[in-house]
Structure formats: C-alpha cells, structure tokens
C-alpha cells in the first residue's frame, strides 16, 4: 500500500482571513510584453491590443492558433483585450445607438425607466435586457450588429460552442460617478459571507464560465470615465474575498490602467479581473457603451431573455440577409446570439433525445428553418411548439 501524500492541496474554502494584499501586489506587478503575442498590435498599460482588421487576417489563415492566443491572454496573460475596430461598419453601431436611445426616452415617458446602479438616480440611463429589445424592435440592426465576427471568435474561444449572449446599454453623462473596484458574475454578485461558502474549486471555476465584454457606441476619451482594469488581477485565487477589503480597494486605486476607446472598439476581460466604471470628468461627452455578458452554454447568465420571442423577431431579418448573399458564418453568429444553443434543461417527457444523448436545441431549430427557408408562420409555429414540449405545466 502507498503511503499517504503529505503534498500541501488548495483549502476546501477560501475564507477572508486568507487575503493577502502583498502577496496581491507582487501577482500584479508584471509587465506585459508585446514579442509573448504575436497577433496583438501593441501593448497599452499593460493591455493587449489588437487591430481588428489584423486578426481577420490571422483567423482566415490559422483560427485556432488566433483563439489559442486569446484563451491565453484571458488567463495566463493581463486578463483583458481591446479590439480597435472591432465594428468596422459605424453606420451599424449607430442605427443600434438610435434604438437603444428611443428605448431609453420610451421608459421614461412611460414612467419604467432604470437608473444605473453605480449612481445616483437621474444621473445615467441603463437599458437591463437590451439584446431583446434591439431584437424586437428593430430585427434588422440586431442581425447586423450580432453578425460580428469579432464577437464569435472571442465569444467561442474563451466558452466554446452554445455560449449565450445578454447585454445592457450604459449611458453615462458627465458627472457620473466611478464605481467601486469588483469582480462580477457568478461569484462576484455575492456577499463575502455566502462566498465563502462555496468550496475553492468553484472559486477557480466561476471566471471560465462568463466573458465580459462592452462595445463603445461613443468615442471614450480617458475623461469620460472608461473601464479601470488591474491586469493580472484575476490570477488572484481569493479574489471574490479581497475585492471588497479596503487594502484591496486602496491598492487598486493607486495601480489600475485605464484606456481610451473609440467608437466600434470593443473590450473584452476575464470576469476575475478586478475592474469597475470610471468617473465621467468631461463637460459634454455622454460614455454610450453596450455591455455584453457572455455566458457558458453549461452557466446560466444574469437576465431572463426570451429566445423565442428574440428569434421569431429576426427570423425574417436573418432570411433576408441569407437570400441577400450573407456568409454561413455571418448568420451563424446571429443565430447564436438569438437563440439557445444548449438544449437543457427541458421535459424529457415530451422532447426526448434526437440523433444522439440530447434533444434537438433551438439553435439547431432556427438553423433548419434557414437552411430549409422556412416561412415565418411556420417557423413561429415552431418555436413555440419548442417552448411547448419543454414546459411541465401539464405534469
């Protein structure tokens, strides 16, 4: 029989008592260095980042090699990437700007406005669910918006296949204030002491199930208050503990990066990395920015969306561009920001297994309608046939 292993193992669970802000410092204090990433253009404060139109490039010739990098930079390397140029046609990022605008003055008049939830009421406008919204209100933008490339390989190489796409628009007016240094979702929304509680395995897990992300529908000079980031910071194994420590805090103030933006780049950063809003100093510039929040076909992300709602409301929009000559891989990315791409959980009763371990997904389903040039009606009749074999309310 083999002797025991005395070799030391991660605690079962991470408590406060475990954060060490010098032990923090010195993980932070790296330099990033431009000949580590080949595909990147340059290197800011730290920050990757790359031309948009370079990786294109790249991705046509070697994809994997380009996702490689990115998984790479996501976690070994600063935790976030900038693409200047991510939205190479404005004119979409504007028509997308003007829906949600309308959106906005449409839930004030009605009285169902929201303000932002890092200030105080009045000062900033927040769109929560604005993915259905663009959908529903203006099918055309949202096809050609989420048809972006940029957003499918950085979407597919930090999640895989069947990731899920929810956004909320940001609009912040000058005098808007920072918000406080954080870490997000999943984790990241709870308090210390329920943290805590959850073993250190699923502290480690947690990052690699969401990517966050945001697309500048306004220039973003340093003024108005773009995202603070600290690279690195997400390599930090207690960190859903230490953000909210004061010598956490301090430290962050005193070493964050903050980068310009301008309008169609867009970030993306592992959702450890500590980071958080800055104060928009400016005398005119409204910071107008759609947060993406990318989540893990096997996660379950922030916002209820309903994907049949969504996808009967840009069916006809995806026909059209499809007929109109658009890239497979174009629609494809625009299915999967519409649609559920994982087929559980469902009523196994009534949608038993196809071809393999696991029901038909609503992603294939739209897939087939396009592929087969379904009309409407029937693909209406469709989804909600779907939604209806997955529902319990006749057990």
Not at 91 to 112: H, P, S
Not at 181 to 200: E, I, K, M, Q, T
């Amino acid at each position: 029989m083999s002797a025991p292993t005395t070799a030391r193992r991660t605690p079962i669970r991470f408590r406060e008592s475990d954060c060490d802000v010098s032990a923090f410092a010195r993980l932070v204090e790296r330099t990033t260095d431009l000949a580590d990433w080949p595909h990147a253009a340059e290197v800011q404060q730290d920050v990757l980042l790359y031309d948009a139109a370079a990786v294109r490039a790249a991705v046509a010739a070697d994809r994997e090699a380009v996702e490689a990098e990115l998984v790479r930079a996501l976690t070994d390397g600063p935790g976030v990437v900038v693409f200047r140029g991510a939205f190479d046609d404005l004119d979409v990022v504007d028509r997308v700007t003007a829906v949600f605008d309308a959106i906005i003055a449409d839930e004030k008049a009605d009285g169902t406005a929201k303000g932002d939830h890092f200030a105080k009421a009045g000062a900033n406008d927040r769109v929560w669910n604005a993915l259905e919204k663009l959908a529903v209100r203006d099918p055309e933008a949202f096809v050609d918006y989420y048809g972006n490339d940029v957003l499918a390989l950085v979407s597919t190489a930090w999640l895989g296949p069947g990731y899920q796409v929810t956004s909320q628009v940001n609009l912040v007016r000058p005098g808007g204030r920072a918000q406080d240094p954080h870490r997000d979702y999943h984790l990241g929304f709870l308090s210390n002491p329920v943290a805590a509680r959850y073993p250190a395995h699923v502290h480690l897990l947690s990052p690699v199930l969401t990517l966050q992300g945001a697309v500048a529908h306004s220039d973003m000079p340093v003024e108005s208050g773009p995202t603070l980031y600290l690279p690195y910071s997400h390599q930090y194994p207690q960190g859903y503990l230490a953000w909210r420590l004061p010598e956490f805090k301090e430290h962050f103030a005193e070493h964050h990066v903050q980068l310009p933006l301008a309008k169609g780049d867009a970030g993306f950063f592992n959702p450890a990395l500590f980071h958080g809003a800055g104060t928009n100093v400016s005398a005119d510039v409204q910071r107008s920015a759609n947060l993406l929040q990318v989540s893990s076909a096997f996660g379950r992300a922030m916002e209820t969306v309903d994907r049949v709602k969504v996808a009967k409301a840009v069916y006809s929009a995806l026909l059209s561009r499809k007929r109109s000559g658009a890239t497979a891989e174009f629609l494809a990315n625009a299915v999967a920001s519409s649609t559920e791409g994982y087929p559980f959980p469902t009523n196994l009763d009534l949608d038993p297994n196809v071809g393999g371990l696991t029901p038909l997904s609503q992603t294939e389903l739209l897939h087939r309608a396009l592929a087969e040039e379904w009309s409407g009606e029937r693909t209406a009749a469709e989804l909600d046939a779907y939604a209806g074999r997955r529902s319990t309310a006749a057990i």
